[in-house]
């Protein structure tokens, strides 16, 4: 796996980077699309000549009902790299930690999580290749 040069310069960077998303002004975004349960916002990047896509759902955590279980987020995130000596080519890395909880075993969720992610990959490598 390629290495990232200075993680922590990278990690303050994006920290930063983020904050500075979080404070755009409501008037900047625009609605791409609406469900009934979903909005997704969007305006244009500073970054590429496309879209910056903040999606957000409102959860209420004030009801329990223990019909449901409330699985909980670690720390996770997307690394696209640069290949070194393929400027075509980009290295992309999860990191996933999520703890369902509740009654399923924890080795049916790592089964179910592995066959996920190889069903994810494989369709993103799919669908890039058509492109």
Not at 24 to 46: F, L, N, Y
């Amino acid at each position: 796996m390629e290495g990232l040069p200075d993680a922590a310069a990278f990690a303050t960077r994006l920290k930063n980077t983020l904050i500075q998303y979080h404070s755009i002004e409501d008037d900047e975004w625009r609605i791409a699309k609406k469900t009934k349960d979903v909005t997704i916002w969007r305006k244009p990047s500073e970054e590429f000549n496309g879209y910056l896509f903040l999606v957000g759902l409102s959860v209420d955590w004030s009801e329990k009902r223990p019909e449901f279980i409330r699985g909980y987020n670690h720390p996770c995130g997307w690394f696209c790299v640069p290949v070194k000596d393929s400027p075509y080519q980009s290295l992309l890395t999860g990191y996933i930690q999520t703890d369902l909880r509740g009654m399923i075993p924890q080795s049916a969720v790592d089964t179910a999580m592995a066959s996920t992610l190889i069903n994810f990959y494989g369709d993103l490598q799919k669908a890039l290749q058509k492109a």
